[in-house]
């Protein structure tokens, strides 16, 4: 009787090659081993991650790359939007996972495998997300969660390898550091805990310049296409660009807290140099070229959009729909935006575009006015206080009493 198939999302850690093994063994399955990679790997990472999957039993190994999906799907709109997870986190690793498990669940359906497996712990975000995904996906799809399922231990892991003669050194690295195109997520037992911060052998990125740089960023419609005067194919390059210009200055370090899918608070480190600084720069364009109630609104629906994104909804028929909203606020959001990039930090120096609205033309706040008269002022702010004279006459309200 032919094995049954089964899709292990795969990333070459303990975790996920504890499964291979477990799946073999005891479930006598054919495990075909995918690695999704939005961003995060290099080529030789790859294929030591390969060697491995096949050392462990795995019957295929696919490595899908994802990156550029991973921006038109979904960083393109975190841009638009200016998504920072609590004013602060850029949404770095919660926005791939998704990505990494819709792209796991269409090779299961390439090849015909109605299993899917994954190594989450159940004290995680990552479940939610992956199962989410795979339950919407996936037709009648059997989930399997070895160790979830088992509540396995990093020990008991190591020991069932062993006893299975796989002897590769498991040995935990300080910090747990989950990296990809939209930033690096650094986690540790400074973390696990609310005082203490991560110390700075913590971070990949560390200072190697402790200069200063100007950068102008060029952007069109809402996305960067162009550095220092280069334009780029695409900006997925654009951003890459933009970390290695950054990262030697060890700018966008910070710790997110905030509120888990599962109920409980979270931690957790971050740098996320490129991501900062694009969504900043950005966010000063739109300062100059939208008007009020278009940054209004768009403020409104970008924090539901990172809010669902965070908790595994990309899929959700709204996400469409506010995706639609942020592109179109986009058309005017193009220009120059100029950084002064510095050891741990960067400054936001100003812009220049066809579209500013802060136009001469019309005047210039605090100096003069090209518009109106004094007369209009007057009658203006009239009208613009009349109903709360009504309210006040009609309530009997004193006012200045309260103050």
Not at 2 to 26: H, M, P, R, W
Not at 377 to 386: A, D, E, H, S, Y
Request: hydrophobic share 40%; proline share 2%; glycine share 8%.
């Amino acid at each position: 009787m032919k094995n049954q198939k089964v899709v292990l999302a795969y990333s070459g850690g303990l975790d996920t090659s504890f499964c291979i093994k477990y799946l073999t063994i005891e479930k006598n399955m054919e495990v075909h081993a995918v690695l999704i990679n939005t961003g995060g790997f290099e080529k030789e990472e790859i294929k030591t991650v390969e060697e491995k999957a096949y050392l462990l039993g795995a019957k295929s190994f696919t490595c899908i790359d994802n990156t550029f999906t991973f921006y038109e799907k979904c960083v393109r709109y975190l841009i638009f939007g200016n998504v920072l997870k609590n004013n602060t986190y850029p949404l770095s690793v919660s926005a791939e996972r998704i990505f990494q498990a819709i792209g796991v669940a269409q090779h299961a359906q390439l090849i015909g495998a109605k299993t899917i497996a994954h190594g989450s712990t159940g004290a995680g975000n990552d479940q939610v997300r992956f199962d989410l995904v795979f339950n919407v996906l996936g037709n009648d799809i059997e989930i399997i969660t070895p160790i979830r399922d088992n509540q396995l231990s990093r020990e008991a892991e190591i020991e069932y390898l062993k006893k299975h003669g796989i002897n590769i050194s498991w040995k935990k690295a300080k910090y747990s550091i989950n990296q990809g195109l939209w930033g690096t997520s650094i986690g540790g037992n400074e973390t696990l805990t609310s005082h203490q911060a991560l110390p700075e052998s913590a971070f990949p990125s560390q200072l190697k310049n402790n200069s200063s740089k100007n950068v102008e960023l060029l952007l069109e419609k809402g996305e960067l296409i162009g550095i220092n005067g280069e334009r780029y194919a695409h900006p997925v390059e654009a951003i890459q660009a933009l970390q290695q210009l950054a990262a030697p200055f060890a700018i966008g370090r910070d710790t997110h807290v905030g509120d888990t899918i599962i109920g409980i608070k979270g931690r957790v480190g971050f740098e996320a140099a490129a991501p900062l600084i694009i969504i900043k720069a950005h966010h000063l364009l739109e300062k100059h070229t939208l008007t009020k109630w278009q940054q209004y609104w768009k403020e409104q629906l970008a924090n539901w959009y990172g809010m669902l994104l965070h908790e595994g909804q990309l899929l959700e028929p709204v996400m469409r729909n506010i995706e639609n909203f942020l592109t179109d606020t986009q058309q005017n959001v193009s220009g120059k935006s100029f950084i002064k990039l510095l050891p741990y930090r960067f400054e936001l120096l100003g812009i220049e575009s066809d579209f500013d609205l802060m136009n001469a033309k019309f005047g210039a706040y605090g100096e003069m006015n090209k518009g109106w008269s004094g007369e209009d002022v007057r009658g203006f702010t009239k009208i613009l206080g009349n109903a709360t004279k009504i309210h006040r006459a009609v309530n009997g309200t004193e006012i200045l009493s309260q103050f």
